[in-house]
Structures are given as structure tokens and as C-alpha cells.
């Protein structure tokens, strides 16, 4: 499929491009139902929606896909867009999912009897039983509970011993399975060891489910070739030694990784707390220049799901998987890795070739005559006209409006 020039293109004609592939289903993109969001949250009252957007060709694993993104910020799917297209001219992205576990904790704190405890959870086939009993349907589906770990945690006040539950969740994220799982793990264990379970549930810190994806560019395809190469990864290295500059390389990394989880119905709460714990200071990407190539890494923790929760229900989601046509949690988890390192090569290009604010600011300058009613078919002009002005504030565009009309 040909998507040369698919930003300039109004919204009908993207719509057709996509359906002529087979990636669009207009029955799906239709507003939330009351009846079925006033039962996904408490107090609802409405529907606070964001724009989705799609990055129309982003290659991994040789293979092309379409990724719908979600998300307020302008210039976000434009820079995705920009990433992409130097991904492609080489190559494109190499994503691997390493392993694919969602952990649990089942806590006791401070036991009356820490042997007679400890010999509980040591007995695992008697655990096992428990768990397979507590969610039989994805026993039937080759997942479940696969092991159990024991830790110990202790200060001057307290002892804390840890059950730690790994479950193969199959296509589900599965935080509502591990749940379950844990609580009658819980209960079993009381009865066993008269002992009581200070809290049972699963944990956002996922160094058990983890997704790799790099990428190998040639600088004669960057602006300023080899000193462009060169700067990016000297960027990469400053976000490793600045705290402060890792902050904002990071927030670069989960535009795109907020953007396409949220469009694909998962949870960007968890995701972030998971990513932000598992690097702790540090930059989600790195970037070298070495044999006269720019490198790109990204190794981040991801459970995410293609079925269960607002997935099954909400038909944005449903117009995720069209769009994307992913067929499985894992091919899910490479893409959501592959958008996050397109986006932040985006950002890294752009602040050492043109400056960050030149894509950024036409954007800013649409959005802002879109707020004071331009009319459309001056929208163009009065952009053009508001980037060259010396203010770019919402007196100086309603000026503009006011002359052209």
C-alpha cells in the first residue's frame, strides 16, 4: 500500500486508504455507548475523548504494519512519522519478546512460626493445585501459574516473607487472573499455617516480561550524515550522566509508548510504572556510533493484553486491532518497543539537525487558530502567516483571522 504524502491528506481520504487495505471498519470508530461506560467507572458522566491518528508504515520484523496512536499532544504521530520513515530506509526495526511472565505477591509480615511458614510454601505441588483450581480456564488454554519464589525482607522492626507468583497469562494482561490466583493462594496458606496475609496481589514491576527491539542506521541517510550520528549518540550519553536530561529523553520514549497502549485499550498507568522502576534514573533507549553506524537499544518490562478488560468492549480498541492487524500479545509488545525507540529517534534527529520546536510550532500555530474558529479553508494561510509573525499568541492570530476574513 502506497501512503506517500499521507499527513496532507484529509481525514475521508486516509479513512479510504486504510479501507482499501482491509484496515478500516467505520462500524468500530464510533463513540464510547453511555450504557457501556457508565459501567466501566464510578460517577461517570461522559466521555473525555483524544484524537487517534495512525504512523501509516513503521517496519518490524520485515514486516509493515500500520499503528494507530492516541494521544493530544500535536506533534507527537508527526515525529513518529518523520522516525519511521529513516527506520524504513533501513531496514527497519528488529523486536524479540525475551520472556513473558506477570508476577504476584502473596506477604506475610512478621510470622509466629517462620518454619512451619517457610515448609508451606516450599510444598509447590500443593500450591499449584490451589492456583490451577482458582482459574481453571486458563489452565485449559497452556497457561497458569508456572513457578513460585520465596523471599525475605527485613529491618530493625519486621520480617517480611514473600511468595512471588509467576503466571503465564497468555493473550490477556491478566491483572484481575493474577488477582484471583493470589487471593486463594492466601487463603490456602492461613489455613495451613494459621499466619495471616498482610496483602495479595500482583506487582507493576515486570522484569519477567520483557521486550527488546534495536535498530542500525546509515548516517548518509541523516542530515549532516556522520556528525548527526555522532550527536545523537553523544545525547544518549548525556541522559545516562543528567539526571535532568534523562527525564526528557525518557518522556520522548513514552509519547510514543502512552500513545499506541492507550489506543490499543491497555493500561498506561501500569506501563509507565513499570518502564520508570525498571530503569530507575536512566535512559529507556540508548544510542551508540560505532563502525560508522548509529545503533539504537530499547529494553523495557511490558504485560499488556489483546483480550479482557475495556479491550473486549470498547470499539476503539476493536479498531486497534483492524488497523494494526496484530494478531497476539507478543507481536503487540514488539510494536509498542519498535514505536517508542521510532520516537525517540525522532526527537533525538530533530534536536541535533533543525531544533526541536520547527515541526512542533507549526502545529502549535494550527491549534492555536483552531481554538478562535479559523475558517478552514483559511486555516493554511493564516498558519503560514502566524509562524512568521513576530508573536505567536492568540492576539496576533485572531488579528490575522480578522484580515483575511
Not at 235 to 244: A, E, Q, R, V
Not at 355 to 378: E, F, V
Request: proline letters at 3%; one cysteine or more; charged letters at 20%.
Amino acid at each position: 500500500m502506497n501512503y506517500k504524502g499521507f499527513y496532507k491528506k484529509d481525514i475521508n481520504t486516509r479513512k479510504e486508504i486504510l479501507k482499501e487495505a482491509g484496515r478500516f471498519d467505520e462500524t468500530l470508530n464510533v463513540h464510547l455507548r453511555e450504557d457501556i461506560y457508565e459501567h466501566m467507572i464510578e460517577n461517570a458522566i461522559g466521555v473525555y475523548e483524544v484524537p487517534l491518528g495512525v504512523v501509516p508504515n513503521l517496519i518490524i520484523n520485515d514486516t509493515a504494519y500500520t499503528i494507530p496512536m492516541a494521544t493530544e499532544e500535536s506533534s507527537v504521530i508527526a515525529a513518529a512519522n518523520n522516525g519511521a520513515n529513516y527506520m524504513n530506509r533501513n531496514g527497519g526495526i528488529q523486536a524479540v519478546v525475551v520472556s513473558d511472565f506477570l508476577r504476584g505477591e502473596v506477604i506475610f509480615s512478621n510470622p509466629h512460626n517462620k518454619n512451619k511458614l517457610l515448609n508451606t510454601l516450599h510444598d509447590t505441588n500443593a500450591l499449584l493445585e490451589v492456583s490451577q483450581k482458582a482459574h481453571p480456564s486458563i489452565i485449559k488454554r497452556g497457561g497458569g501459574v508456572k513457578k513460585f519464589e520465596i523471599r525475605t525482607l527485613m529491618d530493625a522492626q519486621d520480617t517480611f516473607i514473600i511468595l512471588d507468583v509467576f503466571m503465564d497469562t497468555k493473550e490477556a494482561m491478566g491483572a484481575n487472573m493474577m488477582n484471583t490466583v493470589l487471593e486463594k493462594l492466601g487463603t490456602y496458606i492461613e489455613s495451613e499455617t494459621n499466619e495471616s496475609v498482610l496483602m495479595a496481589i500482583l506487582t507493576n514491576h515486570n522484569p519477567d516480561s520483557i521486550v527488546k527491539a534495536e535498530c542500525i542506521i546509515d548516517p548518509e541517510t541523516l542530515k549532516f550524515s556522520h556528525e548527526t550520528a555522532k550527536r545523537i549518540a553523544q545525547s544518549s550519553k548525556l541522559s545516562i550522566l543528567d539526571t535532568y536530561r534523562c527525564a526528557t529523553h525518557n518522556k520522548g520514549v513514552m509519547n510514543g509508548i502512552d500513545a499506541v497502549v492507550l489506543a490499543s485499550g491497555n493500561d498506561t498507568r501500569a506501563i509507565n510504572a513499570s518502564i520508570y522502576t525498571h530503569h530507575v534514573n536512566q535512559p529507556i533507549t540508548t544510542w551508540v556510533y560505532e563502525d560508522n553506524l548509529l545503533k539504537g537499544f530499547i529494553e523495557i518490562p511490558l504485560s499488556v493484553g489483546t483480550v479482557g478488560g475495556s479491550i473486549s468492549v470498547h470499539p476503539k480498541a476493536q479498531l486497534f486491532k483492524k488497523i494494526s492487524n496484530i494478531q497476539n500479545k507478543h507481536e503487540l509488545m514488539m510494536v509498542i518497543a519498535s514505536i517508542g525507540l521510532t520516537q525517540n529517534f525522532a526527537a533525538l534527529y530533530a534536536l541535533n539537525t533543525d531544533g526541536i520546536q520547527k515541526g512542533h510550532m507549526s502545529l502549535h500555530a494550527k491549534n492555536i487558530l483552531i481554538a478562535l474558529n479559523c475558517p478552514q479553508h483559511l486555516l493554511e494561510m493564516a498558519t503560514q502567516l502566524l509562524l512568521k509573525s513576530e508573536h505567536m499568541n492568540t492576539e496576533t492570530a485572531q488579528r490575522i483571522i480578522n484580515d483575511l476574513t
